[in-house]
């Protein structure tokens, strides 16, 4: 039985999209946890949220690489 190339290719994107929302919900769930342990408000969370954000437009790369070593 052969596969047609359209099968191949939902198939690798379905398993792409799958392994997405597993990590999403992942690393959502583990982050509700870590607020509610801490007992962060709402309002809290809003500012955390937007000193985040701007950081992130500042230094993008920050978040994907590792800082270089300073030796």
């Known amino acids: ?13 379905g398993i792409g999209i ?6 999403l919900v992942s690393f959502g769930l583990s ?3 870590a607020f509610r342990s801490r007992n962060l408000s709402s309002k ?7 000193a985040v ?4 437009k500042m ?4 978040f994907f690489f590792p800082p270089k070593s300073k030796e």
């Open 18 to 23: 799958i392994g997405l929302f597993n990590f």
């Open 44 to 50: 809290e969370l809003t500012k955390m949220a937007k």
């Open 1 to 13: 039985m052969e596969l047609s190339t359209d099968i191949w290719i939902w198939g690798i994107l």
């Open 59 to 62: 230094n993008p790369k920050s």
């Open 53 to 56: 954000w701007i950081y992130f």
């Open 31 to 33: 982050l509700v946890l």
